[in-house]
């Protein structure tokens, strides 16, 4: 069982910058990815940037260049850094973490976090 904790929402104007975190907490457990999806209302989930436990990541196309997706392993705690900022941005950001217990039975987990706000607007 993994809990995450998010912070680092807010509101901010267009062009600005926000960073995400998201700490992993428990026992036993290795993660294998985490990342980050938004959801705004009414709309689809997306999956806005991922990254492994080996530091390989990847990007939405509306993100790529303006977020950055980084890992402390040390930590469990992944962070997205979101610079150029856009009203189209606003949404609920959410963390996932796929992870792998240690003890017996092994299993693989999806965990999520509860999400928080992120509005962009002048």
């Known amino acids: 069982q993994v809990q995450l904790l998010l912070s680092g929402g807010g509101l901010v104007q267009p062009g600005g910058s926000l960073r995400l975190s998201c700490a992993a907490s428990?026992?036993?457990?290795?993660?294998?990815?985490m990342n980050w999806y938004r959801q705004a209302p009414g709309k689809q989930r997306e999956l806005v940037a991922r990254?492994?436990?080996?530091?390989?990541?990847n990007y939405a196309d509306s993100v790529k260049g303006r977020f950055t997706i980084s890992m402390d392993n040390a930590k469990s705690t992944v962070y997205l850094q979101m610079n150029s900022l856009k009203p189209e941005d606003t949404s609920v950001y959410y963390c996932n973490v796929q992870s792998t217990s240690l003890t017996l039975p092994r299993r693989t987990y999806d965990s999520w976090g509860q999400g928080t706000q992120v509005t962009v607007s002048s």
């Open positions: 428990g026992s036993a457990f290795s993660i294998n990815a």
């Open positions: 990254i492994t436990s080996g530091g390989s990541t």
